[in-house]
């Protein structure tokens, strides 16, 4: 790091009034790594929050304003225990990735090309041995392996030397310190007893070793690069560079120099770059990010576009209501962030047997060596036996039996339009054994519809509907949405609190109040509104309602599979939530509930062992996602109700809330497995090589086998529906 860069210009101010700066660490390779590192940096003075994304290496550090911190001691903390920090930038950081994954390939087939011919000429010694083979022979083939082995194992095994290095030199240990040791004493007494005219050696040993770890770790960093290719697609999303309007002139200006208020013109084919509400112009986008659906949405002036949605047909101006980190796309992917560095419970107590297993390690080795050696073994056979401890007893398996089933699971939830806001969701969502649902926004979509709309008079209903584009009114807005052509009709007149009128060849027509429109009022029905529609001698009563999410009964049948208790808890009046309690088939329902009062039942059913799943929207439920044993809302809940929720869920769809119980659930399952998985091979692996009945080459097989067992475990947590 070049002492002449301030770091002090990356620190950006957050919305709690704390500075926050982003790293990116070299060096990272287990779950201690990330402990030392947190923990190291939260003894700096001022520190309010530390997170390391181990996903893509991302130190996020957070501490109060005026606090007597600075930055640059952040790097020199990292630098103290061995790992080098610089700045954050989301390219150079894929750059980095990109180059550690060719760097790992080429180490992986230096090892694979020298295992191969090194056993080759083991498989040639084994099998001389048990025939005519000379001394003299054996020892060519020995000195052959030599030549091949030292140099492969020098530069295949730069990424566990380099890593084990800088623990020790920072007077700490990781898992890559007794894998180094472990090949380095076995490729060193291979070259003495090849020296010594020996029978047998270990360069096959070390070699293989090498090469399974690598394939592990191969695996591993191209599991982290595709999850990160998950977040990385939003920033693809996102716009570069923007065209501001400053009266008639066309500036165009980077997209961080956006600011609310700012009129910007969209061309065909390019990102929106802000969100923000249409002055002018008619287009197609795809907004498939928010909405979760691929078909186009037609645009009309007054509509409201999101930043990253691609703009197909027309030129657009729009008026900017959120820009930078503000934006519905940011907001997203600072979840999604935030999701991926969180740390599970199981995590958590990973991450503290894999720091304590390391120590553990060398004594076990340190031990069973001198433990033989007081048996009266000789010290060659002392040595290969703690060195096969120190290879089957590595933490690899270990580490990796959350983080990997994490990693996955996050993904998949994400590609199932679900975003996790802390660190244990994905265990508390699998612990859960009752829902309860609000109705308005959550069982329904957000904004009302028109019922059944094709029972209307066509031609009348595309009138209506057209006439609506020039109405804000919320019943209006619903019309609005039949339009099939969105064009509104030339001259419409809106009259406050009243309607919308316009003339068509000289007939007027309106849309409003029965009132307005000339009409009498019918009795209205539990859960409906209606708007009035008049041209001429003709008319229309139309129905509005909140609709049920397009697969709410679906949702609902699926988590009634799963065994779940489902309940809605609604502000609502009884004869609103009734007909929707109704239709979803859901018994237990509750109307006028104020958030005290859902509060009080979310107490009651956990004081009787309930674990409930909360799923609402509104402000009024923010109070009852955050009383819940977990939670999840709408993206388009207010901001203060995903805050409190642990997680969001996109689009239209009530699919993604069965969805994300059956990954989570999965989750939990591979979670246990590869904990036992790791815990089994561990209390079986251990006693035979303390014994002396495993050699080096048959530790490497077995230990490089139980991360392998663990990874590809970890793999099913992408698993569609079951």
Known sequence: MSAALDLSLYARPDPDGRLSLDLAVDGVTCGACIGRIEGAVKQLPGIAEVRLNYTNRRLHVAWTQGAPLEPSR????????????????????????????????????????????????????????????????????????????????????????????????????????????????????????????????YFDSAIMLLFFLLIGRALEHAMRRRTRAVAGNLAALKAEIAHRLRGDELVTVPVAAVRPGDRLLVKPGERVPADG???????????????????????????????????????????????????????????????????????????????????????????????????????????????????????????????????????????????????????????????????????????????????????????????????????????????????????????????????????????????????????????????????????LAIAVAQSLRPDAVETVARLRALGLDLRILSGDRAEAVAPIAKTLGIGEWAAEMKPADKIAMIDSLTHVGRRVLMVGDGLNDAPSLAAAHVSLSPISAADLTQAQADAVFLGERLGPVADAVLTARRARRLMSENLALAVVYNAIAVPFAIAGFVTPLIAALAMSGSSLMVTLNALRARGGRT
């Open 74 to 201: 952040v790097i020199e903390t990292l630098e103290a225990n061995g790992y080098h920090g610089h700045p954050f930038v989301p390219l150079r950081a894929e750059q980095e990735e990109a180059a550690e994954a060719r760097r790992l390939t080429r180490c992986l087939a230096v090892a694979g090309f020298a295992a191969m011919n090194i056993m080759l000429l083991s498989v040639s010694v084994w099998s001389g041995n048990a025939s005519d083979m000379t001394p003299e022979t054996r020892d060519f083939f020995h000195w052959a392996s030599a030549l091949i082995a030292l140099p492969a194992a020098a530069y295949a095994g730069r990424p566990f030397f380099a890593s084990a290095w800088r623990a020790l030199k920072a007077r700490s240990t990781n898992m890559d310190v007794p894998i180094s040791i472990g090949v380095i004493l076995a490729l060193g007494m291979s070259v003495v007893e090849t020296a010594h005219h020996a029978r047998e050696t």
């Open 277 to 539: 509400r249409i002055e002018s112009g008619r287009s197609e986008i795809d907004e498939s990010l928010i909405t979760g659906e691929t078909a186009r949405r037609a645009l009309a002036p007054g509509d409201i576009v999101y930043a990253g949605s691609l703009n197909y047909a027309g030129a657009l101006t729009l008026a900017v209501t959120a820009a930078g980190g503000a934006t519905l796309i940011d907001e997203i992917e600072t979840l999604l962030e935030k999701a991926a560095s969180a740390k599970s419970r199981a995590m958590r107590l990973a991450d503290r047997a894999s720091r304590i297993y390391a120590p553990v390690v060398h004594v076990t080795a340190a031990l069973t060596c001198i433990g033989w050696l007081i048996a009266g073994a000789s010290l060659h056979d002392a040595l290969v036996t703690a060195i096969a401890v120190l290879i089957i007893t590595c933490p690899c398996a270990l580490a990796l039996a959350i983080p990997a089933v994490q990693v996955v699971a996050s993904g998949a939830l994400f590609r199932a339009n679900v975003i996790v806001n802390a660190g244990d969701t994905i265990e508390r969502l699998a612990e859960a054994d009752t829902v309860i649902f609000d109705k308005t926004g959550t069982l329904t979509l957000p904004e009302p519809r028109v019922v059944a709309p094709a029972s209307l008079d066509p031609e009348l209903m595309q009138i209506a509907a057209r006439l609506a584009l020039s109405s804000r009114h919320p019943l209006a807005v619903a019309v609005a949405r039949e339009a099939a052509a969105r064009v509104p009709l030339d001259g419409a007149v809106e009259e406050t609190g009243r309607g919308v009128r316009a003339l068509i060849d000289g007939i007027e027509v309106r849309l409003g109040s029965a009132t307005f429109c000339g009409l009498d009022e019918p009795a209205s029905l539990p859960g409906l509104s209606h708007i009035y529609f008049a041209y001429g001698s003709r008319s």
